[in-house]
């Protein structure tokens, strides 16, 4: 049986104790995937990087599929472009193939096990719990080794030059001060340990994955705690505050038009059906990756964050923040919920480097847990709302 | 529990609920969970009759469900609007040449001012819009008050109607010439009598119809306890002829039989009985607060049947299943607990019915008048009755030491007898001249007080709270003003 | 009282409704359904003006004629009685209205409330004799609107409307144009 390629090393690595395979920073996971691979190809000596572009040395197909689907693109387009774009557009377009790939050979190897747990939808996931960890243990060990004095494998070096550029090392060793190791790493990048013919191949794409990884991941993380702080500020400003009295003058005032008259009521209702429906589109499209190939599930997933913003305008239009009473509580109840589960959820994903930094483990748990939060407080909604809209209607 | 199961479980529940919900809202079905804000004080007690009000098909227009809500309000309202002399009529702005008004305040709907189900801006007399509504219409150009008269010219619009000068609908108490007929009159009149009181409570049955102990017809086994048949040979109902079959074999027609009424004796006769009698009391009765889950106007439970046959279900759904989504009877009686005004917690169960006042058999209108109110009633004005001028006059009436007419029970203010000459009956409707309480002023205080007394005193909110003991602090100064604008032109009369 | 009141304001509605119905009908024009409805409203408002408040306020001094008649048990005024009447038509049919309208109103909600009715109004004054009619838009419908002349009549149309502390006009005669009675029915 062949070795694993790197790619399905990294992504051993990358999964977790429940076999989920998503971690949380997907930006970090997909860029090392595309990293993963190019590495595979780079040790294979089908690829060569110079300082302007990424060219194909050898377009002969390695024998492994996901390796030579990759190859074949790179060379249809030889020479064009540089490692960044590459890697930034094998993680955008490739990822989710990739990882289907090393997951499918993975399984066909005994060391994973494929176990579809999705229902209603939106929930539950495809798990890939470990059945021989065998696979898994003996990464840990060999990057244990490199990081203590061993004089590494090249392989090795590149490995840890990944996992690094994931964050991921804190997972993988909860019980080390992972900090300590930060001068071994330093090191091991400098040590001139690998072939001649690959080293300054390798060496760009560990950079590039590295810078790419983090730019990205600041960005994004950056972006989408912003903007779930936001959301959930304003549901908790708005629902903390005292009710917002209207002018005791006769007369059209903005708030009275927006809440008491009809014709407003109508138009803010429907604004409101109308983006919360976008926001659950975006979301089951993501889920669904129907929209990855488009613009990056990253770009979704922030306007998904904004879309939750405009409701809670929209929202605070509609009602004032009144509860109202029964079947009206009961909606708007499960809608604050979702926005609130859905900006914590966002908040916590966009601040899980900084949770990690304060010593927070398990922060896929936690967030996934959110995640779930979110989806049971909009399942009620149709109904309600269904229900709701028929009254005005009705009544 | 697996994880999965609660998703699952939220997801059935709710569409069950839709589903429960749905049906509710189109075949029957309690739709109390429905109601999307509390329901004004009064209306609730009639909440989940929907169709009194929501009288429009399902997905009428707009336009038509407003028109439908109105004729809603005006099927129950229209008759005390026209007895109020309503000053601002619907049909007064319908003719076209109001349309500019329409744009301002539209007054040809009553929803333009009384929104149901909005708890937080439902203002005093259900008003869901400031309460300084009179500025749409009556602060520019030929309607500005401020320019018509001088002496409204500092005056800000909120005071309108809360100054006790001015009300939207009913100012038969109000009116300039009125206040002007009125002025200058003395706190009390010479002779403080309650005319209708007086003729009321003056008013002697014919004494040749009168019945003894003896006379009772009864089963023996409801003779046999003394106190109902002294009660009742003490009551009014003896001293007018009506025996014990009257209420007891109603079934038995007049002059009937000791036998024919002992066959169709019924130990416990409901109110039917009363009403059979004593009409006038009985249709006030429902127009009031106490009684209003009875008038006729309130819509009945919808017939399930019908309702699927409307939507073209009636085929599909079993006559089982439609009969258990059936309405809820309605409940005919008000409970003290459903009352919104402090209330005697020891009543709570206490439903309102004709013998909730009259004790069957004594039938004594004295204890009707104060006691009666007092058992369930719990607030500030109702306890300081007690302590009250107008308590100290009742008393000296029942004692004998003062004319009929002269002791003001609550009855006296809150139920008057209403009607001409000897036809006076007492009306039930306790909501007729209780808010704005201006509405008191003419059917009540203008018989033994003085208007400008009487416009200080209502005015004045801590003194209606101690039951009127003490003299009033608030100074209405609307008799004034309308002396002197009334000294100032020449004639009142014109053409 | 009343009851000869709402008998003459019931007659008035009746004729108009089927006035206005048989407008509808025959195809008449709009010009001369209104001019028919302004016969019978101002025959019987000549007629109770004349026969009941002159003869029995000013000829026969017997009962006095006041705004507030139900309280100072007197006859309702001749406005009064017209304004009722209008008032019941508006609270059984919109087929048509009418108002009794002057620049010099009592009342200030009787002036003139439109450019139409300000027109109008002004030209029955100067131009005796003549009636106005016109096209307005209300409330987002159009309506036909005429304006007919209103005369003191009898002594007790001027007499009164000169006395009133809030009358702005004090030398009114009998046979000067008071005011005007504006009809208007919708075109659809």
Same mark, same amino acid.
């Given at each position: 049986m062949p070795m694993l390629t790197f790619t399905e090393e990294i992504l051993l690595l990358l999964g977790d104790e429940e076999g989920m395979f998503l971690p949380v920073e997907e930006h970090a996971f997909e860029c090392a995937l595309a990293g993963a691979v190019l590495m595979d190809l780079a040790f294979a000596y089908r690829i060569d990087t110079d300082l302007e572009a990424l060219v194909t040395i050898d377009p002969t197909p390695t024998g492994n599929p996901m390796l030579d689907r990759v190859l074949a693109k790179i060379a249809a387009r030889a020479g064009t472009t540089d490692t960044r774009t590459w890697v930034g557009v094998l993680s955008r377009e490739d990822a989710a193939i990739l990882r289907e790939q090393a997951l499918a050979n993975l399984v066909e190897r005994g060391i994973l096990e494929k176990r579809d747990e999705r229902f209603l939808w939106a929930f539950g996931a495809v798990r890939y719990p470990t059945i021989d960890d065998g696979a898994e243990r003996g990464i840990k060990a060999r990057i244990e080794e490199v990081l203590s004095d061993d004089i590494p494998h090249p392989r090795d070096v590149a490995l840890i030059s990944l996992v690094d550029a994931c964050e991921i090392l804190p997972d993988l060793f909860p019980d080390r001060d992972v900090a300590s190791f930060g001068p071994r790493i330093a090191l091991l990048r400098k040590m001139d340990l690998i072939g001649r013919e690959v080293a300054g191949t390798i060496a760009e794409i560990q950079r590039t994955v590295v810078r790419e990884a983090r730019a990205r991941a600041e960005r994004f993380q950056k972006l989408l705690l912003i903007l779930s702080a936001c959301g959930g500020l304003a549901v908790a400003a708005t629902l903390l505050s005292p009710p917002i009295p209207l002018a005791d003058r006769f007369g059209p005032g903005l708030l009275e038009s927006l809440w008491y008259d009809r014709v407003w009521k109508q138009w803010s209702g429907y604004l409101l059906l109308g983006l919360s429906l976008a926001g659950l589109g975006i979301a089951v499209a993501v889920k669904k990756r129907l929209v990855a190939r488009i613009a990056g599930s990253h770009g979704w997933r922030l306007f998904h964050i904004a879309l939750g913003i405009a409701c809670v305008l929209v929202l605070f239009a509609h009602t004032g923040f009144r509860f109202g009473a029964n079947m009206n509580t009961a909606l708007m109840g499960f809608f604050v919920a979702a926005l609130l589960s859905g900006a914590l959820a966002g908040a916590a994903i966009g601040g899980t480097p900084r949770l990690r930094k304060m010593g927070v483990r398990r922060t896929g748990r936690h967030n996934r847990a959110l995640i779930g939060l979110h989806a049971i407080a909009i399942c009620p909604l149709p109904a309600l709302l269904i229900v709701h809209v028929l009254t005005v209607y009705l009544y | 529990m697996s994880p999965k199961v609660v998703p699952w479980a939220v997801v059935a529940a709710t569409l069950l609920g839709a589903v429960w919900f749905a049906a509710a809202m189109t075949v029957g079905g309690d739709r109390s969970a429905l109601l999307i804000g509390e329901t004004t004080d009064a209306h609730h007690q009639i909440e989940i009759a929907c169709e009194t009000c929501h009288a429009a098909p399902a997905f009428a227009s707009a336009a038509r469900a407003e028109k439908a809500l109105n004729r809603g309000c005006r099927r129950c309202h229209d008759k005390e609007l026209k007895a109020a002399d309503d000053s601002h009529p619907r049909k007064k702005f319908r003719?076209?040449?109001?349309a500019a008004y329409w744009e301002k305040l539209d007054a040809r709907l009553c929803t333009s001012c009384h929104v149901e189900h909005r708890p937080e801006i439902t203002r005093v007399g259900a008003v869901t819009v400031a309460m300084d509504f009179c500025v749409a219409c009556h602060s520019e150009g030929d309607q500005d008050v401020r320019a018509d008269r001088p002496s409204h010219a500092g005056l800000g619009f909120e005071t309108c109607a809360s100054a006790g000068c001015h009300n939207y609908h009913d100012n038969r108490a109000l009116y300039e010439k009125f206040l002007v007929r009125h002025a200058g009159e003395p706190w009390l009149a010479a002779v403080p009598v309650h005319e209708a009181s007086a003729r009321q409570r003056s008013r002697k049955p014919p004494s040749r119809a009168a019945l003894a102990r003896s006379d009772a017809i009864a089963p023996e086994a409801a003779l046999a306890d003394p106190a109902w048949l002294d009660r009742w040979a003490g009551s009014g109902h003896a001293a007018a002829g009506v025996n014990c079959g009257a209420c007891h074999a109603p079934k038995s027609g007049k002059n009937a039989t000791r036998e024919k009424i002992l066959a169709r004796w019924v130990d416990a006769p409901g109110t039917a009985v009363c009403e059979d009698c004593h009409r006038p009391q009985a249709r006030t009765f429902v127009l009031g607060r106490h009684g209003m889950r009875r008038h006729p106007r309130v819509a009945k439970p919808r017939n399930p049947l019908r309702q699927l046959r409307r939507i073209g279900l009636s085929q599909v759904v079993p006559d089982e299943v439609a009969s258990w989504l059936a309405d809820a009877a309605p409940p005919t009686t008000m409970t003290?607990?459903?009352?919104?005004?402090?209330?005697r917690p020891d009543a709570a169960h206490r439903a309102l019915d004709c013998g909730t006042c009259h004790t069957p058999h004594a039938v004594d209108t004295a204890r009707a008048a104060v006691e009666a109110c007092a058992s369930c009633h719990d607030d500030s004005h109702t306890r300081a009755y007690f302590d009250s001028p107008h308590y100290a006059l009742w008393r000296a009436e029942l004692a004998g030491e003062a004319s009929p007419g002269t002791g003001v029970s609550c009855a006296t203010c809150h139920m008057p007898g209403t009607g001409r000459r000897n036809r006076i009956a007492t009306?039930?409707?306790?909501?007729?001249?209780?808010?704005?309480?201006?509405?008191?002023i003419r059917p009540v205080c203008l018989d033994c007080h003085g208007l400008g007394f009487s416009l200080n005193a209502l005015a004045d909110a801590a003194l209606v709270g101690r039951n009127f003991k003490g003299t009033p602090a608030v100074r209405v100064e609307s008799i004034d003003w309308a002396k002197k604008r009334a000294a100032t032109g020449k004639r009142e009369t014109g053409g | 009282m009343k009851r000869t009141s709402l008998t003459i304001a019931a007659l008035a509605f009746g004729v108009g409704s089927a006035l206005a119905a048989s407008a509808a009908a025959e195809g008449i024009s709009f010009r001369k359904v209104a001019d028919m409805l302004y016969q019978v409203m101002s025959a019987d408002r000549e007629v109770y003006t004349r026969m009941v408040v002159q003869r029995l306020t000013v000829d026969n001094k017997v009962v006095t004629a006041s705004e507030h008649f139900e309280d100072d048990t007197a006859l309702p005024l001749p406005a009064q009685m017209f304004r009722f009447g209008a008032e019941r038509v508006m609270d059984e049919t919109e087929d048509f209205s009418y108002a009794l309208l002057s620049?010099?109103?009592?009342? #200030? #909600?009787?002036?003139?409330?439109?450019d139409l009715e300000r027109k109008g109004l002004q030209f029955v004054v100067d131009n005796p004799g003549e009636n106005f009619y016109g096209e307005e838009e209300l409330g987002g419908e159009r309506y036909f609107a005429a304006v007919y002349p209103d005369y003191a009549v009898v002594e007790a149309c001027a007499s009164c409307h000169n006395g009133h502390k809030d009358s702005p006009r004090r030398d009114i005669e009998v046979g000067d144009v008071m005011g005007g009675v504006v009809i208007r029915i919708p075109i659809k």
């Open positions: - | 003719n076209p040449r109001m003290v607990a459903e009352a919104r005004i402090p209330m009306d039930h409707n306790q909501n007729d001249n209780l808010r704005p309480n201006e509405k008191m | 620049l010099n109103p009592i009342n #200030k #909600k009787n002036g003139p409330g439109t």
